[in-house]
């Protein structure tokens, strides 16, 4: 366990400081929505970027888990009427348990393969949950109103969902600190850098992997319970969808993957972008918000891939399919070592 | 008997749409086997050659098969200059930064398209053929349209493959492929050939929308259905490889309507998917063909 220093007190000031204070600026519900649409879409983020960003697995299919997170809780719910804390628990577990059923059979697939592989997995998911009676296939599931408690989660206004979502976040955001000091985080930036490498030092990259895979399914299905009980109506086209996935993707190497504020920032940029483009251009400005966001992905992937916080600049070594790959990470020198020599350090 | 007749029906079926699946996935498989780039955004061109065909028609009063000779090298065009613009900057890029750039293209085509045409869902007006119709050959029905497509498709597959593997352009681009700095040493200028080769990947793909367009809907988020058909063809067919496209196509065809057929419609693409998955899991990156 790393020790607590004065940075780590100022930043858990800064950010507790920050979340309270945003709420303050506007009492407008519109206001206060997009502030929720930032923490869901942070913590979002910050989940794909334990895969994605640490361990170097671009996964395009998280919005399967989010709909795992969104659907058990709001199952327990409707047919038993437990509570959505324990469904949202439930369905992270869950969610963990079945990224480690896909995360196995993949453990072989790299770069796009893994991309591929994990896009069809989330459309399969969506198709046979489309096709679900139990869970009301397509016609999807209203969530019964409850008055406002914090047993059930469901308020009329909006400040306790924001100091939900924003505690969930929170706790991510400390988990990814933990990570990143931690020796499973040196394995999976050794991983990410080079899988042969590090498979070479003799660490179990499926393992690491899966563990990767389980966290950020984890974290994800926790934020699909969230939106379970914000939106109180969830379908297969909603929480499940493909474009979700894309959004989660572009949140992340927007601000900056495999950085702990990254996503976080990117969440900030382009939620407020997307939300008012919206709003203020209703139905005729449909796709408008996707629009800017596929020309700042593409301006970003080509100017600087590194995010706008910044990725570290050994990424090259990433993809890892060539033999040769052996030799960069050892000749690109500096970067990669410093991961590697961590994981050979501390094991 | 009923049920034999149903199933060469579903055979049959599957065969045709079988084909078109084959000529995206060859424009897939090019472009990655000769530059290593995966074209996330290859179904988008898809939908832009159903969208060229539908202004063709109700503009012009052009049939798509007509339009398709204007189409093709228009979209030749459009290739060379992606690539120019875009392309040539991520060869030598990160992974990542193919993955997004490619991607971010995709989100990009599939919102202009919603937003300048609307999401409605559309039909090209057809003038040379009827739109419906059945031919019964032995008591199996198969459309007219699914018809001309495929025999449509195959014509163009031949003439890609010929292009590829029987004229000097294309032994270029072969020799590209297997070794890229080989090829500059003997004097091949490998942009051009790249250019070329995206080029041709995006003709082939939008001529699979042009003739889909004669009988699909045309919406602007078509593509992004077809580029998961694609990749898993491409992933069955090994990526890179030219007859392996032909060869897997009809499979995700005959898969896709056997699935329909045997379990239910709504499921078959979840079917086509996993198989994909399994395909991939146990040979990544050769598939069944590859070696």
Same mark, same amino acid.
């Given at each position: ?347 | ?46 939908? !832009? ?9 109700? !503009? ?33 890029? #990160?992974?990542?930064?193919?993955? !997004? ?67 000097? #352009? ?53 593509? #992004? ?32 309507? !056997? ?33």
């Amino acid at each position: 366990m790393p020790k607590i220093s004065r940075k780590t007190v100022v930043t858990v000031l800064l950010y507790v400081g920050a979340v309270v204070i945003a709420p303050l600026f506007s009492k407008a519900p519109f206001y206060r929505h997009v502030l929720i649409m930032v923490g869901l879409y942070g913590l979002l983020g910050v989940a794909w970027n334990i895969m994605g960003g640490y361990t170097g697995l671009y996964s395009f299919g998280q919005s399967a888990f989010f709909g795992i997170g969104a659907y058990t809780s709001t199952m327990m719910l409707v047919k038993a009427g437990v509570s959505p804390w324990i469904g949202m628990l439930c369905g992270g577990i869950l969610a963990a348990i079945v990224a480690a059923g896909v995360a196995y059979p993949t453990s072989r697939l790299r770069g796009p393969y893994f991309t591929i592989a994990s896009q069809a997995f989330a459309r399969t998911f969506q198709i046979l949950m489309t096709n679900w009676d139990y869970v009301e296939g397509a016609i999807g599931i209203p969530l019964p109103l409850m008055p406002d408690t914090w047993r059930f989660m469901q308020f009329k206004d909006k400040i306790p969902y924001h100091i939900i979502i924003f505690s969930l976040l929170g706790i991510a955001i400390l988990v990814c600190y933990y990570i990143e000091r931690s020796r499973t985080g040196y394995y999976f930036r050794a991983i990410r850098d080079s899988e042969q490498v590090a498979s070479a030092l003799g660490i179990n990259t499926v393992r690491q992997r899966i563990i990767a895979a389980m966290l950020s399914a984890f974290f994800t299905a926790i934020a699909g319970t969230f939106y379970a009980q914000y939106v109180l109506y969830i379908d297969p086209e909603s929480v499940t969808h493909h474009a979700l996935s894309i959004e989660i993707v572009m949140v992340a190497a927007v601000g900056g993957a495999g950085t702990i504020w990254g996503p976080v920032l990117g969440a900030a940029i382009l939620m407020p972008i997307s939300q008012y483009a919206r709003a203020a251009l209703g139905g005729a400005g449909r796709g408008i918000d996707l629009i800017i966001y596929g020309v700042i992905i593409m301006v970003i992937a080509l100017v600087r891939p590194t995010g706008i916080l910044g990725f570290f600049q050994r990424e090259r070594t990433i993809e890892g399919e060539g033999g040769d790959d052996v030799d960069t990470t050892i000749t690109a020198g500096t970067g990669s070592d410093d991961a590697v020599r961590g994981a050979l350090g501390q094991s | 008997m009923l049920v034999n007749v149903g199933l060469v029906q579903a055979l049959m079926s599957g065969l045709l749409m079988g084909f078109v699946y084959s000529l995206i996935a060859l424009g897939l498989s090019l472009i990655y086997g000769v530059m290593d780039v995966v074209n996330f955004a290859h179904g988008e061109f898809l939908m !832009l050659g159903m969208f060229l065909a539908y202004w063709f028609s109700v !503009l012009f009063r052009l049939d798509p098969l007509i339009a398709i000779f204007i189409i093709i090298p228009v979209l030749f065009l459009v290739g060379v200059g992606i690539y120019k613009g875009l392309i040539k900057r991520i060869l030598n890029g #990160t992974r990542i930064s193919q993955i !997004l750039t490619t991607f971010g293209l995709s989100v990009f085509m599939a919102n202009m398209a919603m937003f300048l045409w609307t999401p409605n869902y559309r039909l090209a007006e057809r003038h040379l053929t009827s739109t419906t119709g059945d031919l019964s050959i032995f008591g199996v029905y198969l459309g007219v349209p699914e018809l001309i497509a495929s025999v449509g498709s195959i014509l163009v597959f031949a003439f890609a493959y010929y292009l590829i593997r029987f004229t000097r #352009t294309g032994r270029a681009i072969q020799a590209t492929s297997i070794d890229s700095e080989g090829a500059r040493l003997v004097g091949i200028n490998i942009d051009n050939i790249y250019a070329i080769t995206f080029g041709l990947g995006i003709s082939c793909v939008g001529a699979a929308g042009v003739l889909l367009a004669t009988f699909y809907y045309i919406f602007p988020y078509v593509g #992004t259905f077809f580029s998961m058909i694609a990749f898993a063809t491409v992933a069955l067919g090994g990526f890179g490889s030219v007859e392996g496209s032909f060869v897997a196509g009809i499979l995700i065809g005959i898969i896709e309507s !056997l699935g329909g057929f045997f379990i239910s419609p709504a499921v078959k693409y979840a079917i086509v998917f996993m198989t994909y998955m399994v395909v991939i899991i146990l040979r990544p990156a050769t598939g069944l063909f590859g070696w």
